[in-house]
């Protein structure tokens, strides 16, 4: 799905959106995981957004959320902040991953 002629939306807290709608996104605020799910699937109904960008620090389980919001059809990316925690990376299990094996 080309992006032209679609909007990018931000589901956050009201403290890190205000830099996403200075630069002309359209912004949604979450608090929680529930509230941030909600969120996605309003704004996969809207016509014109082509792309939901979620920060991290609002979901609690990455995968819980995924499993979730498996039948939204636009592109969802969960954006790391620096509130987000950080998770060691297993390149053994990554590679295994890749190569179907794990």
Do not use: C
């Amino acid at each position: 799905m080309a992006l032209e002629g679609y909007r990018i939306a931000v589901v956050g807290d009201k403290y890190n959106i205000p830099l996403f709608r200075s630069s002309g996104l359209t912004v949604v605020e979450a608090y929680t995981q529930t509230d941030a799910i909600r969120r996605v699937l309003e704004l996969n109904n809207r016509a014109d957004v082509g792309l939901i960008i979620v920060l991290k620090h609002i979901i609690g389980d990455e995968d819980e959320f995924r499993r979730m919001i498996k039948d939204v059809e636009k592109p969802v990316l969960v954006l790391p902040t620096k509130w987000a925690r950080a998770e060691p990376i297993n390149v053994d299990k990554l590679l295994a991953k890749a190569l179907g094996l794990g």
